[in-house]
């Protein structure tokens, strides 16, 4: 990178992992020297973005294609830490970015989120598998069909970077946990929750009971939001200080996990708080029906996806330097407050 200024573009900033990228960009040591834009569809977040915390906010969403080559194409590092499986937002991403490249002779950056969804199975909670991805092991990642969840997009990224005009990282993080917080959740700008749990959480609250999918013996990593956001920065710091130190392309796969939980280890943490709060009688989970999935997760499919196997460990994220500090313990112990949020939201409405 250069000694002068950086232009920065991310998607996602008003998101619950976006938010946190962006409020460690505006703390970051060098953030004097970041030119940063995001792109939201709020023009009141967008004001807001502007105004409190110096973001060049441009208004917009992920279908407007041509803003979205042309915003790209005006900057050096771009985190895409929205839509993971949106595959015509990358492409005019990509489309940019090979503009700048052809233009300026820049070599851009591209830090993805993908997700840990690219290794599931269909275990429907039935069965635990033995199959551990590293994200050091290219030859693995490189074995899951294109068919998979994430995988179109990320190929799509992996053949660019092979094409030479970029560079690109590709995030997966697992099941995210943790009430996030700050200046952008403070002042109403970013989502402050999570999607896997709280989706449990609000079906368990519906139906009195908490559910799985299943048995609940499928097995997924966890991370916390706040060791997550932290790898961006330790990735991008990689990158500024020592690019041909930093795994890109094919060996630019980052998994973000510290530990590993069942379903039903979810499943239960849920029921605990339901009966501690006055909700259930029981603490025991039970399984979803078929009726109920489609309920609580609008289609069968979607609900099962809280029963499949997820297995991996960040070999690659913690060789760069990423130290996350939270464990399965406290994802647990993060469970009943997201409850009691979830209730008087409920409770409320």
């Given at each position: ?11 996602g ?12 960009l505006?703390?970051?040591p060098s ?6 834009t ?12 502007e105004?409190k ?11 407007e294609?041509e ?8 900057a050096?590092?771009?985190f895409?830490?929205?839509?993971a499986d ?12 090979r ?11 591209l ?7 690219v290794?599931t199975?269909d ?10 991805y590293?994200?050091?092991?290219v030859?693995?990642i490189?074995?899951?069909p294109?068919?998979?969840l994430?995988r179109?997009?990320d ?6 970077d092979?094409?030479?005009?970029l ?9 995210i ?8 959740v403070?002042?109403g ?6 999607i896997?749990?709280?989706?449990l959480i609000?079906a368990?609250l519906q139906?009195?009971?908490?559910g799985?999918?299943g048995?609940?013996?499928a ?6 939001i ?12 990689g ?7 930093i795994?890109?392309g ?8 510290n530990?590993e ?6 499943g ?11 909700v259930?009688e ?6 979803f ?20 196997n ?16 939270y464990?399965?313990a406290?994802?647990?112990?993060s469970?009943?407050?997201e409850?009691?949020?979830f209730?008087k939201k409920s409770?409320s409405?």
């Amino acid at each position: 990178m250069s000694s002068g200024t950086t232009s920065i573009f991310i998607l996602g900033a008003t998101g619950y992992i976006g938010g946190q990228v962006v409020q460690r960009l505006l703390a970051h040591p060098s953030a004097s020297t970041f030119e940063i834009t995001a792109l939201v569809r709020s023009p009141e977040k967008a004001t807001l973005l502007e105004s409190k915390f110096g973001v060049k906010a441009v208004v917009g969403h992920h279908g407007e294609l041509e803003k979205l080559e042309q915003l790209a194409s005006e900057a050096h590092v771009v985190f895409s830490v929205a839509d993971a499986d949106y595959l015509p937002a990358m492409q005019a991403i990509l489309a940019g970015l090979r503009k700048r490249h052809a233009t300026l002779g820049d070599l851009p950056i591209l830090i993805h989120t993908s997700g840990t969804g690219v290794l599931t199975d269909d275990a429907r909670g039935m069965y635990a598998t033995d199959t551990i991805y590293s994200d050091m092991n290219v030859e693995q990642i490189e074995s899951l069909p294109p068919t998979a969840l994430h995988r179109n997009v990320d190929l799509e990224i992996v053949s660019a970077d092979k094409q030479g005009y970029l560079r690109s990282y590709i995030i997966l993080p697992s099941t995210i946990y943790g009430l996030a917080t700050g200046p952008l959740v403070e002042a109403g700008v970013a989502n402050p929750h999570s999607i896997q749990i709280p989706y449990l959480i609000k079906a368990s609250l519906q139906r009195k009971r908490a559910g799985i999918v299943g048995a609940g013996k499928a097995i997924w990593p966890d991370v916390h939001i706040d060791d997550v956001a932290d790898l961006y920065i330790v990735l991008f710091d990689g990158i500024t200080k020592n690019p041909d130190a930093i795994g890109h392309g094919r060996e630019g796969y980052y998994f973000g996990e510290n530990g590993e939980h069942t379903w039903m280890d979810i499943g239960k943490a849920i029921g605990r708080a339901l009966v501690e709060l006055g909700v259930s009688e029981s603490d025991e989970p039970t399984a979803f029906s078929r009726e109920e999935l489609i309920k609580y997760f609008t289609s069968e499919a979607m609900g099962n996806y809280s029963g499949t196997n997820s297995r991996c460990r960040a070999d690659r994220s913690r060789s760069i330097g990423w130290k996350p500090k939270y464990t399965t313990a406290d994802m647990l112990a993060s469970i009943k407050p997201e409850v009691e949020i979830f209730l008087k939201k409920s409770q409320s409405a």
